[in-house]
């Protein structure tokens, strides 16, 4: 029977929250089985904009349920010989018979193969076309769906659409924030943290960290190779950095700033930035293995901590903002760097920090900090720490 108001209502109401798309998949085919529909097996498709994941796939079999990801710069070469690629190249619904062997469709084959005898695919009306976004519908009924059921899976499709690509949109938008300013400052920009000259007063543990020589090495190897370094400099700090809590804000050429965030009425995260810091170094140490295999430059770095409170908001112009940390111990802490390289050690740490920690570490003596007033204790890290 035709789909009915109620069915409007239904998915209106539905909709209406923070379900997610998979969430609302389940329901959409729950809903439709209960109305009578003969489905056995629905696949929702998204592409989506992230530097890890190409698409996302929510499946929907017999009521059990199933999500897959597809990571970027995976083997697609199955897309070639699927029903997507036909939506995806006409922007129309594709419709076929299961009811005898398939040999160009693959995915075809094997649904028929597991009973199904008819599947119809339908491009969503996303308002953003650049990106494959598709629901198909698959029964085991013999002879098929009806025609009145291919209608009503394309009536239905097209209002399961614009609710698809509200959730599609958000999740792309906070997947390039978090990918180009960090995951809390992405959220804060997304609530509409956009006023320029705004800033958070907080109170934070600072890392910086650069490769050392990277001058040289740029002046000296073809880009590629140096863009491979960067990548797997960065790889490794990221990597170290993210799992203890540590926010990364920007890199600068060579070199990382990284964030630590006090919690309300808590203590300096000290500790996770020690952790993140010998984790750093145990990672670069693996990384030079490797290399050395590969017959490439061994790497050096040099990372400094700190703390103290820092202006977390934005800078920039009227119509480029840059969501980032400043202050005078951003300052410092880079200065830190200088001595790290000046003593030809890898990690350092201020004098506020170790009182911060409340611990002792091997002391490098007094130094005086270029541009800042006075000699600074500088201590460093050892492995033991």
């Not at 170094?281 to 430059?297: D, F, P, S, V």
């Not at 760097?337 to 490098?364: H, M, Q, T, W, Y």
């Amino acid at each position: 029977m035709p789909l009915s108001g109620d069915f409007v209502d239904w998915l209106i109401e539905t909709a209406i929250g923070e379900k997610t798309v998979a969430e609302l998949h389940r329901e959409l085919c729950e809903k439709l089985v209960s109305l009578g529909f003969p489905l056995w097996r629905s696949s929702l498709g998204l592409e989506l904009l992230n530097p890890e994941i190409e698409g996302s796939q929510f499946r929907w079999t017999a009521h059990e349920v199933e999500t897959r990801t597809l990571a970027r710069g995976a083997d697609i070469s199955d897309y070639d010989n699927s029903p997507a690629k036909v939506v995806d190249d006409t922007r129309k619904p594709y419709r076929r018979r299961l009811d005898a062997p398939i040999g160009d469709m693959p995915l075809l084959e094997d649904l028929r193969q597991a009973g199904a005898t008819d599947y119809y695919i339908v491009p969503f009306a996303f308002i953003d076309q650049q990106r494959t976004a598709h629901i198909s519908f698959a029964t085991q009924r013999p002879g098929g769906f009806s025609d009145q059921e291919i209608a009503d899976l394309t009536r239905a499709s097209a209002l399961l659409s614009p609710y698809a690509e509200r959730r599609v949109l958000k999740k792309i938008a906070v997947d390039l924030l978090t990918t180009y300013v960090g995951r809390r400052s992405a959220m804060k920009v997304y609530d509409g943290a956009l006023d320029r000259g705004k800033a958070e007063i907080i109170t934070a543990t600072i890392l910086i960290a650069d490769l050392r020589g990277f001058t040289r090495y740029s002046d000296t190897h073809q880009i590629d190779n140096v863009l491979s370094t960067l990548n797997d400099f960065f790889d490794a700090l990221v990597a170290a950095i993210e799992p203890h809590g540590g926010e990364v804000l920007k890199f600068i050429g060579d070199a990382l700033l990284a964030i630590f965030p006090a919690a309300d009425k808590q203590s300096l995260p000290c500790a996770p930035a020690i952790a993140a810091a010998l984790d750093t170094r145990r990672r670069i140490a693996a990384l030079n293995a490797e290399r050395a295999k590969a017959g490439r430059t061994l790497l050096k770095f040099g990372l400094a901590l700190n703390v103290g409170e820092i202006a977390y908001g934005n800078i920039g112009s009227k119509t480029r903002l840059d969501f980032t940390a400043i202050g005078p111990v951003i300052n410092h802490t880079s200065r830190l760097l200088e001595i790290a390289k000046k003593r030809n050690c890898d990690i350092v740490i201020s004098e506020n920090f170790v009182r911060a920690a409340g611990r002792e570490f091997p002391s490098l003596g007094l130094h005086k900090l270029r541009d800042v007033s006075g000699e600074q204790q500088v201590y460093s890290l050892a492995e033991d720490a």
